[in-house]
Nanobody, 121 residues
Framework: QVQLVESGGGLVQPGGSLSLSCAAS????????MGWYRQAPGKERELVAT???????NYADSVKGRFTISRDNAKNTVYLQMSSLKPEDTAVYYC???????????????WGQGTQVTVSP
């Protein structure tokens, strides 16, 4: 079994900062790409940021310069540092990890449970 557990999130005022983390655990052989998506009410889920095992990053244009994604390969954990938050950043944030499990010759994408981020005065 593999599990992704998110932490962080909450309520923050516009212009504030917030950090999210997501730890993968279980029968893991290798973790490749990790990242974050978000889904606002009434909208489709959208990509926020991704990071490869070699630390190459990719960001949505809407968050470039404000959000930073990082990871700790030893802990199979991905982080999202969010700053200069705007009300339009309000959404449920989901982490993912592309994982190859021990004893299985293929990779699957696993998802976290989601955490609410609300940006409001």
């Amino acid at each position: 079994q593999v599990q992704l557990v998110e932490s962080g999130g909450g309520l923050v005022q516009p212009g504030g900062s917030l950090s999210l983390s997501c730890a993968a655990s279980g029968s893991i052989l290798r973790v490749n790409s990790m990242g974050w998506y978000r889904q606002a009410p009434g909208k489709e889920r959208e990509l926020v940021a991704t990071i490869t095992s070699g630390y190459s990053t990719n960001y949505a244009d809407s968050v470039k310069g404000r959000f930073t994604i990082s990871r700790d390969n030893a802990k199979n954990t991905v982080y999202l540092q969010m700053s200069s938050l705007k009300p339009e950043d309000t959404a449920v944030y989901y982490c993912y990890a592309d994982i190859m499990r021990i004893g299985r010759p293929y990779e699957l994408r696993y998802w976290g449970q989601g955490t609410q981020v609300t940006v409001s005065p």
